[in-house]
């Protein structure tokens, strides 16, 4: 070989080096997180984790193919989005899914493995002289299994609508209803939820204490590590205005989160939403509500017991 021929061969060589080392960069893939951990897990629990499969340049589908490898807990995990799937083309971001299911006999201890993502092109997809790359990464588990009862949360968002001031029906007074929402991420290992909401409300200064409630009825729980959208109907009895609030979120017996916010009551009738019904009454509307309920049934049970005994009598 000549002294130009090995130069020639050279640059070939070079040229083909930046050309399949612009692909690989372009086809760049990664994983977000790089991890599955959760140190708070019980027996019976379930807990779920999105991973962000990330590419650079998604101008092609690719195949992805998920193994786990994690003898030890390998029949817990599963991929919701199955082991095999594609990543479409125009798609820089895919989400999977990585779900636990923790047995009711696993042993009480740290457990780790690795989920492995190994990614390849469509064959279809191939063209003539492309160069087939494939690329993968790796997501490693740690999972810790305790033998402890975790009930704690976590506010994400707060929010209230304006409502309608509340109303009289005959003797009864119907209070307004103020829907309070709330985005709680349940960080415990059972399912849980704030165990009560405390409204202070105040004039628009917030500086004079106007009522002070609590939310009717128990608020929904959640499952353990799931985040979800939960409602406390909280009653008022003030008329139509704008009102200064200091809530409080409560864990059993502790604050978990608070603060402040605006509320608008307007006058009945602005807004096309219901208020409270009969569990807004005060305890004296519904025991007058009750009483002559109770007394009725009451008296039909007396006749019913009369009536018996006479026919028992005539018999006789």
Avoid at 32 to 61: A, C, H, K, M, W
Avoid at 77 to 92: C, D, N, S
Avoid at 184 to 200: D, I, L, M, Y
Avoid at 291 to 300: D, E, K, R, S
């Amino acid at each position: 070989m000549g002294f130009f021929n090995i130069i020639k061969t050279g640059i070939a060589a070079l040229v083909l080096f930046v050309l399949i080392g612009a692909d690989l960069a372009l086809a760049g893939f990664g994983v977000t997180p790089p991890f599955v951990r959760n140190t708070s897990l019980t027996r019976n629990s379930t807990y779920e984790q999105q991973i962000l499969l990330v590419r650079g340049d998604p101008t092609v589908p690719l195949n992805a193919q998920i193994t786990v490898d994690a003898p030890a807990i390998a029949d817990w995990i599963e991929i919701v989005e199955g082991t095999a799937f594609e990543l479409p083309k125009g798609e820089q971001k895919v989400p999977m899914t990585v779900r636990v299911t923790v047995p009711d006999d696993a042993d009480f201890k740290n457990y780790t493995g690795a989920i492995r993502i190994k990614t390849g092109a469509v064959e279809d997809d191939l063209g003539v002289g492309s160069v087939n790359i494939s690329l993968g990464a790796q997501i490693d588990i740690e999972l810790n299994v305790i033998d402890k009862i975790i009930k704690d949360f976590r506010i994400r968002k707060i929010g209230v609508n304006d409502l309608n001031e509340g109303h009289k029906v005959g003797w009864l007074y119907f209070p307004g209803k103020i829907d309070f929402s709330m985005l709680v991420e349940n960080t415990g290992n059972v399912e849980w939820a704030p165990s009560e909401v405390v409204f202070k409300i105040y004039d628009p200064s917030g500086t004079v204490l106007l009522e002070e409630v609590k939310n009717k009825g128990k608020i929904d729980k959640i499952l353990p590590y799931a985040t979800e959208d939960l409602v406390a109907q909280i009653p008022t009895r003030l008329p139509a205005g704008a009102y200064r609030v200091r809530y409080e979120i409560m864990n059993e017996d502790e604050i978990n989160h608070q603060g402040e916010l605006n509320l608008n009551v307007l006058p009945y009738g602005s807004l096309q939403t219901a208020g409270f019904g009969f569990a807004g009454l005060s305890a004296a509307h519904k025991v007058s509500v009750l009483l002559p309920i109770l007394a009725l049934i009451a008296l039909i049970i007396l006749l019913a017991h009369t009536h018996r005994t006479r026919r028992g009598r005539n018999r006789g």
